[in-house]
């Protein structure tokens, strides 16, 4: 249990530095078409 709750909060933020650099990266890409 203790692993888990401190696997936990790592994973999350893992997941949401993830999906941040992906929406970036998307920005960046369609940036030039607008």
Known sequence: MKLF???DPFT???ITVGVA???LSGQRR????L
Do not use: A
Not at 30 to 33: A, T
């Open 30 to 33: 369609f940036r030039p078409l």
């Open 5 to 7: 709750r401190i696997l």
């Open 12 to 14: 999350l933020t893992l």
């Open 21 to 23: 650099g992906l929406f």
